[in-house]
């Protein structure tokens, strides 16, 4: 288990999902684009940048290597998906170049 992981299940998996899957209209952080921008991150994770809109500041809870940690393992998670998705390209590709019928 990566280091964030169990923080962003306490304090984050409420409103963004389970595995850092968001099944409301709050965004999926995997493919957010502020999980590449460190500073940005930091900005609204710690210093609640987007409060005014739902997102809660940390500051009380997290420390920045903390918020880092949480970081990573979205980082981890969103290459997971990417791997999955180019995965199942590949055998898609696969079954229509045989002449099976792709499921
Ligand atoms: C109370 C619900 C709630 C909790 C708990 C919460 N968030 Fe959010 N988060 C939101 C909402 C709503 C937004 C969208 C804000 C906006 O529209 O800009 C958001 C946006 C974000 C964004 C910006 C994403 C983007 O693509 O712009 C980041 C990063 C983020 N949250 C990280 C976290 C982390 C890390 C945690 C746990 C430490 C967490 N959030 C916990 C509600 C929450």
């Not at 809660?56 to 990573?72: C, G, Q, T, V, Y």
Request: proline residues 3%; glycine residues 8%.
């Amino acid at each position: 288990m990566l280091y964030g992981q169990g923080t962003y299940d306490r304090l984050c998996s409420n409103c963004h999902g389970d595995n850092a899957v968001s099944v409301k209209s709050i965004p999926d952080l995997r493919y957010s684009a502020t999980l590449r921008r460190a500073s940005d991150w930091t900005a609204i994770v710690i210093g609640g940048a987007r409060a005014p809109k739902g997102m809660p500041s940390f500051k009380e809870m997290l420390a920045e290597d903390e918020a880092e940690n949480i970081r990573h393992y979205i980082v981890s998670e969103a290459n997971k998906a990417r791997a999955a998705k180019a995965w199942r390209s590949v055998a898609d590709g696969h079954a229509a170049r045989s002449g099976s019928a792709s499921t």
